[in-house]
């Protein structure tokens, strides 16, 4: 299919995210405040983690990052691995699948065999060589089929996300605190759900450096309400990512995402 036909398809399934989700959390004896998200602020929020993660092309739908051992997939560039290569990170890409499935999206047959589990190609190098294989084009219309399943996926990920953080929280009613205030506006809304994705919950424990994390568990927890909850939020975030690149390997070389990092969490409180 040609590059125009796909782009109709995506502004056509953009139009058609309908996602109306209450976000109603009962962890640790106490309900949870509940997260209101239209179905337009989801829509806007889907489209700009796209845009974040993949400048808001089809290309960027499929990609395999210099440095990294897996692929990363979808407008949130989920992540998945081949099969013998695990790695600390959560691996999101084989529960976009079941969540989609779970939903009615036609899955590419290649995914319907049982071996979703693992990406098929084994290395960066063999995923560029197949970038315009019959299998990889499956895959990319895929993804542009379920571009508003995505979106749903990304809320429903914030909202698997606070009962496991409160629960590891040192803190809990400070967490829920903080997290109730970002959540109090349409841009906090996706300043919580960007962050999830674009570093994780902050809940596993394969997901630190020197025994600290870098998630939006930490984020939440270094806030303290001595600032505008946006402000304070991409203040909070700053330092989480600044001492996860110090505590970092040397080999992995992340000092050369910061800015990149940092930039976007400076889109947090504009």
Known sequence: MKSGTLEKKVNASSCQV?????IIML??????????????????????????ECGGTISGLTSWNVGENFASLGIGH?????KGQPGPFDESFPKLVRFVSAHGANLP??????HDTFCPWNSRAEFQEAIDSPKMKQLRQFLVDTIDLQAQFLIARLQDALPKMVAQAGDRENVQRQFDRVASSAQGCYALVDYVNFKGEGTLATERYHGQGWGL?????N???TQSALDEFAASAKTVLRRRVANSPPERG?????????????????
């Open 18 to 22: 309908a996602v109306s989700l209450t």
């Open 27 to 52: 962890a640790n004896s106490f309900l949870h405040a509940a997260v209101d998200i239209s179905s337009a602020d989801a829509q806007r929020i889907g489209k700009r983690i796209w845009q974040n």
């Open 78 to 82: 989920f992540i998945w691995y081949p």
């Open 109 to 114: 047959q290649f995914l319907l065999t049982g």
């Open 217 to 221: 568990l930490q984020v939440l927890e």
């Open 223 to 225: 806030m303290h309400g």
């Open 254 to 270: 992340e000092a050369r995402w910061l800015s990149g990092w940092l930039a976007r969490v400076d889109g947090y409180a504009k």
